[in-house]
């Protein structure tokens, strides 16, 4: 199968979770092909990491995964 993949970087903002708001870095993904197309997104803080990922899968489902206060 081929893919084709697109990724964008976003301009800093700050996103509000469940630890505080952080300064996050966002980056934005598209997977291309014969099947159809999924899209990511992906929220960078330079302390804790990916604090989330949103993926969008070809059937139309959504995954969020997001850092949680332990």
Request: proline fraction near 4%; glycine fraction near 8%; include cysteine.
């Amino acid at each position: 199968m081929h893919l084709t993949h697109n990724y964008r970087k976003g301009k800093p903002l700050n996103y509000e979770s469940d630890i505080g708001v952080l300064e996050c870095i966002p980056v934005y993904a598209a997977s291309t092909s014969y099947v159809g197309t999924t899209k990511s997104e992906f929220w960078f803080n330079e302390t804790y990491g990916f604090v989330k990922m949103k993926f969008e899968t070809i059937e139309g489902t959504t995954i969020t995964v997001e850092l949680n206060k332990p």
